[in-house]
């Protein structure tokens, strides 16, 4: 019987910590998702402050709501 309890504890252990490994790679994914997106805008603002060409701004702002387009997107295929 003690097999058995060290066997499930062990268990609980290991679910665990996959558990929390991947809340910390989520979390990660979200940080630089959000690195990302501020780098892009800001430099969106640059170019246009800049005086350049329009289309380069919009490219730059397309970056991050592209990536944002497609996360939504994928969570919803992966949850089926």
């Given amino acids: ?14 679910e665990k910590a996959h558990l929390n490994a991947l809340a910390d790679d989520t979390r990660r994914g979200h940080y630089i998702g959000l690195a990302i997106s501020v780098t892009s805008i800001t430099g969106a603002v640059y170019a246009a402050s800049l005086g350049a060409h329009w289309s380069v701004s919009i490219a730059l702002v397309g970056v991050p709501i592209l990536g944002i387009i497609r996360a939504i997107v994928g969570s919803k295929t992966n949850g089926k």
């Fill in 1 to 14: 019987m003690k097999m058995v309890e060290d066997e499930q504890a062990h268990r609980i252990s290991y």
